[in-house]
């Protein structure tokens, strides 16, 4: 049923879904076989000072997971519960908030102008839809900021301060496992350059399936995903699709492109998406690990899969993608 609070989906996308042809052909693409459970590691191990076994042990898992799958999930890694519900409950109660007073968001938590984003402005097909609404929320705007002092802003920052302390934990495990200096990640990837995005996906009454987020790679080094239980969240395994089980007790982490060029392949950056609920929203929330925008990436050995090229000059070249082709491209741009 349609909410006040929904972005205008059918209204501004009818063209879009009137041509839809070959439907069939899209509920195909959709379907997955199989739903897995991906490799779920125990960070506790990490702070047993006094077990340097169970510490490698922990370090290896994370490695491993990041090459053979690209995704994997940690548990006890030291956000709260009571953080994660409270994160979770602000988050539901922003989206509810009438679509008009979204779009002018600054009005509500004096975010970065178009931090609000919804649909996809650059669909050409039915099939680069994606039937979702998001805040892109730079981590400046969030951390030490006296921009906002509302209860979601508190809460956003408190999970922003630890998530940030996570995932710097888990890129230097990565680096440390492929003999490279971890101190790369604490100089390049600062509060400045880092970014939350809180995630809903409404109920798609279309009667076909859509993407609530087309596929994709992640254009950073490493993702930190939070999500409900509702499902939807889907990657690539072994060339097919495979649906990921939710699980209340763990955060979903995956291995970006800037990792896997870094990396020089050996990390794996997967392509995922998330597909609509006809009657049920879904909501996320995802963390992710960027550099400055002049920080080079270069493969960490030789020969080198691919070129060196800026944050930047990445960053553009996958607008140029999306604005000409509807879809982004990715590292195979990149391949020497």
């Not at 996308?13 to 839809?20: E, G, H, I, P, V």
């Not at 000409?324 to 195979?332: A, R």
């Amino acid at each position: 049923m349609y909410s006040i609070s929904d972005p205008p989906f059918e209204e501004t996308y009818k063209t879009l879904l009137n041509k839809a042809q070959n439907i069939d052909n899209i509920n195909d693409e959709l379907t997955v076989d199989d739903e897995c459970e991906l490799p779920v590691i125990d960070l506790s191990r990490l702070k047993k000072s006094d077990d340097e076994v169970a510490i490698e042990e922990c370090k290896f898992e994370i490695s491993k997971a990041s090459k053979e799958w690209g995704f994997f999930q940690v548990v006890k890694h030291g956000i709260s519960n009571d953080i994660l519900r409270r994160l979770m409950c602000e988050q539901k109660k922003l989206f509810k908030q009438p679509f008009d007073k979204k779009t002018k968001e600054d009005k509500l938590l004096n975010f970065s102008e178009g931090s609000y984003r919804w649909g996809t402005p650059t669909a050409i097909t039915v099939t680069q839809l994606s039937w979702s609404e998001a805040f892109h929320i730079p981590l400046t705007d969030i951390i030490g900021s006296t921009r906002s002092t509302t209860h979601l802003s508190s809460i956003i920052e408190q999970f922003a301060t630890t998530v940030s302390n996570l995932a710097q934990i888990l890129a230097d495990i990565l680096a440390e496992k492929l003999g490279q200096q971890s101190t790369f990640f604490k100089k390049n990837c600062l509060p400045n350059t880092c970014y939350l995005r809180l995630n809903r996906y409404p109920p798609c009454p279309i009667d076909f399936r859509i993407h609530g987020l087309m596929p994709h790679t992640d254009s950073d080094f490493l993702t930190i995903l939070y999500q409900d239980q509702v499902g939807g969240l889907q990657l690539v395994k072994d060339g097919k699709w495979v649906a990921v089980k939710p699980n209340p007790d763990v955060l979903i982490i995956n291995i970006g492109d800037l990792f896997q060029a870094w990396s020089n392949g050996v990390y794996k950056s997967v392509e995922h998406r998330v597909v609509t609920n006809p009657r049920v929203e879904r909501f996320s929330v995802a963390y992710f690990l960027c550099p400055s925008y002049d920080t080079m990436i270069e493969s960490c050995a030789d020969p080198s899969v691919y070129k060196k090229f800026s944050f930047q000059e990445y960053r553009q070249q996958v607008r140029d993608d999306v604005h000409k082709l509807g879809s982004k491209i990715g590292l195979s741009r990149f391949l020497i």
